[in-house]
């Protein structure tokens, strides 16, 4: 069948080819039988990889069950409380294995660490980053960003094909003696996640004079959180989704009906955002939408605004909270985000996207959310760098509720 991942990978291309060019033929009976081959062989790989997994887990425990056991004199499997170690349920967050990471990055030097990967093809050597740290990623990654922390996020293997489940049925009165149609639950829309990688350098000038272990947890944490969650926020809302994430606006299944264009006049009118926008929101998507937009938007155009009656409408704008104030606009929560993700009003030309509604519960980002760092000397700066990886895919499940607002002439 296929020894590593390698293998699968290239079996797996070549007969995509020839399905492509079973498609391009026009044999249909050809084509449906190569898929069905594929699709055997995905189920064939994820079977394997879940044995690996087993098999690697089997010889965990084996290493723990061995470090528990005393040979003391010749008497063997002796264990008492004075030479009894501790069982490591996470190998990955022992203070050994994460001071050996912290030298890994300032030195580059792999003594112990162990490659948790068994299917990686490159011959480069990475290190798991600490348990303790990757979790520390995550958590910083939803506290740091507004976007990232609303999202959807799912784990499915990459080149899957994902349903989104259509269910309208439709009620029918009846007569004495009649019934309604049988009708059927259909799912005719897939979304597919491929695999991009996302990837953030750090250079050894940085972490060089960092000599404890908490120290350098916390600066690898706090760069490593904040570039990663800058770039996944920014491709949420713009990435191209040619080697990045599908952003909101740029998503081609957002139809015209969704894209509204506010002359300045009409962008400074409660009026025209009530006739205009609101008014256009499906009412199965009001509830939990979010408008998006730059700080120089919100306050310079929004807060500023006046209803018919003459009334400043930021007196409803605001909700304070415990730690923060909220933004509010038409009763539903403004996410401020920085002018690179969102043009500013002012700075925006012609037909750019300058405010976004949506639920960004239906925007999906996919990944395992397991990151690995390699390190190696850069020769045009002489420098040493530390770079974390990591894997994710996203796009719009449910593009219906995405209302794209424009400025106009």
């Known amino acids: ?37 594929i699709k055997d062989l995905d189920a064939k790989f994820e079977a394997w990889g879940k044995a690996q997994a087993n098999l690697n887990a089997l010889k965990d425990t084996s290493k723990i069950s061995n470090q528990i056991l005393n040979i003391n004199n010749g008497q063997d499997n002796v264990i008492t409380p004075q030479n009894q170690k501790p069982i490591v349920s996470d190998p990955y ?45 995550i958590k910083e990654m939803k506290e740091y960003g507004q976007i990232f922390s609303r999202i959807r996020g799912t784990n499915i293997q990459g080149g899957v ?41 750090i250079a050894i000038s940085l972490l060089a004079e960092i ?21 996944l926020e920014t491709a949420i809302i713009k990435g191209s989704g040619v080697g990045q994430p599908l952003g909101l606006t740029v998503d081609p299944r957002i139809g015209a009906s969704q894209l509204i264009v506010l002359s300045p006049t009409e962008f400074s009118s409660w009026s025209d955002w009530k006739k205009k926008v609101m008014a256009k929101i499906p009412l199965a998507y009001r509830n939990g939408g979010t408008f998006i937009m730059a700080a120089g938007t919100f306050e310079g155009y929004i807060d500023n605004m006046n209803d018919a009656n003459g009334q400043p409408i930021g007196r409803i704008n605001y909700n304070v909270t415990k730690d923060k104030t909220q933004e509010r606009f038409n009763g539903r929560d403004v996410i401020l985000v920085e002018d690179d993700i969102v043009t500013p009003y002012d700075s ?25 760092t390699f390190r190696w000397l850069d020769h045009d700066t002489n420098q040493w760098i530390n770079k974390a990886i990591l894997i994710a895919d996203g796009k719009i499940l449910d593009p219906k509720g995405v209302i794209l607002i424009k400025k106009g002439v």
């Open 211 to 231: 000599v404890t272990l908490d120290m350098f947890e916390a600066e690898f944490t706090k760069l490593t959180a904040e570039a990663m969650v800058i770039a």
């Open 348 to 372: 925006a030309n012609t037909d750019d996207v300058v405010v976004i509604f949506c639920k960004l519960k239906d925007y999906c980002i996919n990944s395992n959310m397991q990151m690995k």
């Open 93 to 137: 967050n022992s203070a050994e294995y994460r001071t050996e990471f912290m030298n890994f990055c300032k030195t580059g030097v792999l003594p112990n660490l162990s490659n948790a990967d068994v299917t990686t093809t490159t011959t480069d050597a990475g290190a798991v980053i600490p348990t303790t740290i990757m979790k520390e990623i």
């Open 1 to 37: 069948m296929f020894k590593n991942q390698k293998e699968y990978q290239e079996k797996r291309n070549a007969m995509l080819a020839e399905l492509e060019k079973l498609l391009n033929e026009g044999n249909i009976e050809g084509f449906n039988a190569k898929e069905q081959e």
């Open 161 to 201: 094909e994902v349903p989104i489940l259509t269910l309208k049925p439709k009620a029918t009165w009846i007569g004495e003696n009649s019934r309604s149609e049988d009708q059927k639950v259909t799912s005719n829309t897939n979304v597919t996640f491929t695999y991009h990688g996302l990837e953030c350098r």
